[in-house]
């Protein structure tokens, strides 16, 4: 069998006007409700396209859509601003759209070859949180701004899990699989999470970052802790989390 792209989808949501992730990475397909590809359409020349029915609403269920119809897939925000190279010596270096899909594919075709199901990229840009040592983990979080998925029975977006359907992943990932593919040397650099309009920030308040916090407790037991503030990084709210995969 010859080998087989991984799909690249974007969801997206009342953000027409400002989606910037299309630019980065080649051959992305933007998913949004059937009512708004117009407006995607006409403020965006070019861009592919695929509406899901306006009755799936929110995150987790339009996440379950594009795996139900794609399968293997990566997802990826529909606000990032830069590929970076942490890794880098200057900093702001970033990857072109096409370095960006050569590493997506190669990543996938990697998965494939070795039974993981589940791989993505750093969500820290700082230079001075990157191991030199270690730029390539097997175990860990991936955060749901960029997150590649090969098909499986066990992956089920919750609607329960409103804002934090990546640490459920994740956490289905490690129960059932053991092993994800994390490359640190990359990140995809988004806009300030509460500092965006359209999108998540429609459904993201300090009570839902509550109730998924309790929702991701009952779920996963003491693996899922509390983020407290470091020398290095400091909480945004009181309900930030960790998961902490033990293996």
């Known amino acids: 069998m010859g ?35 117009s407006q995607y ?9 695929d509406a899901h029915p306006d009755s799936v609403i929110g995150i987790a269920p339009k996440r379950q859509w594009i795996y139900d119809k794609y399968g293997d897939v990566l997802m990826i925000d529909d606000d990032i601003s830069r590929i970076s190279c942490v ?42 949180m990157f191991d030199v040592f270690d730029p390539i983990k097997f175990s860990g979080v991936i955060m749901a701004g960029c997150i590649g998925l ?15 359907d990546d640490y459920l992943i994740c956490g289905i990932n490690a129960y059932y699989f053991r092993k994800a593919l994390i490359d640190t040397r990359f990140c995809c650099v988004p806009i300030a999470t509460f500092h965006s309009t359209g999108g998540l920030s429609e459904f993201r308040s300090l009570e839902t970052e509550k109730a998924d916090t309790i929702f991701l407790r009952r779920k996963f037991g003491e693996a ?3 983020k407290k503030n470091t020398a290095k990084a400091k909480v945004f709210h009181e309900y930030q989390r960790t998961l902490r995969i033990p293996f």
Not at 23 to 37: F, H, M, N, Y
Not at 41 to 49: A, C, Y
Not at 150 to 164: Q, S, T
């Open 3 to 37: 080998k087989k792209d991984i799909a690249i989808v974007i969801p997206s949501h009342k953000r027409w006007d400002k989606i910037t992730t299309h630019k980065l990475v080649r051959d992305a397909i933007v998913c949004v409700p059937e009512s708004q590809a």
């Open 41 to 49: 359409l006409e403020n965006n020349p070019g861009i592919v396209i």
């Open 87 to 128: 890794y880098s010596e200057k900093s702001k270096q970033n990857l072109t759209p096409d370095e960006f899909w050569e590493i997506i594919q190669s990543h996938y075709q990697t998965c494939k070859e070795n039974g993981i199901y589940l791989f993505g990229f750093t969500s820290n840009a700082n230079p001075l």
């Open 150 to 164: 090969l098909k499986n029975d066990k992956f089920k977006f919750c609607p329960e899990a409103k804002n934090v």
């Open 224 to 226: 899922l802790t509390i």
